[in-house]
């Protein structure tokens, strides 16, 4: 499942994106917001999506959009087993390269920033990208992980 939330700096894109991927025929559920509130703290949406995607993090993945996108990915990371990339744009080989090496499992955008195509294009080219099993990404990948279980 794909999970996808934001704060007031995202709104508009969000449900763009949402849309998007349903109509690519992509299960993809809306955390929220459903209403535009330019009072909002983006916690409140972001750790509620990423514990989503903890639930099964074989399976699930993450979209979050803030104004930064910065706070969002900081805000998702404090839950264990959560791996957010940011990506502002420009060279997009940044969105495979955090599939490939670090098996990321949130993608945050920079929603200020970005046009809704240019996330669009950013959203499609991080879902068609793969974790490498390379041993040294899987090793480096695990020591992230033991150090989030110890802390835990």
Known sequence: MLYIATDHAGFETKNAIVEYLKNKGLACTDIWPFEYNALDDYPDFIIPCALKVAEDLDNNLGIIL???????????????????????????????????????????????????????????????????????????????????????
Do not use: C, P
């Open 66 to 152: 803030g104004g930064s996108g910065q706070g969002e990915a900081i805000a998702a990371n404090k839950v264990l087993g959560i791996r957010a990339a940011i990506y502002y744009g420009w060279d997009t080989e940044i969105l495979t390269l955090s599939k490939l090496h670090n098996n990321a499992n949130i993608l945050s955008l920079w929603g200020r920033f970005l046009t809704t195509e240019q996330a669009l294009e950013a959203i499609d080219i991080w879902l068609e990208a793969k974790f490498e099993d390379e041993e040294r990404h899987v090793r480096r990948v695990e020591k992230i992980s033991m150090y989030e279980k110890l802390k835990s």
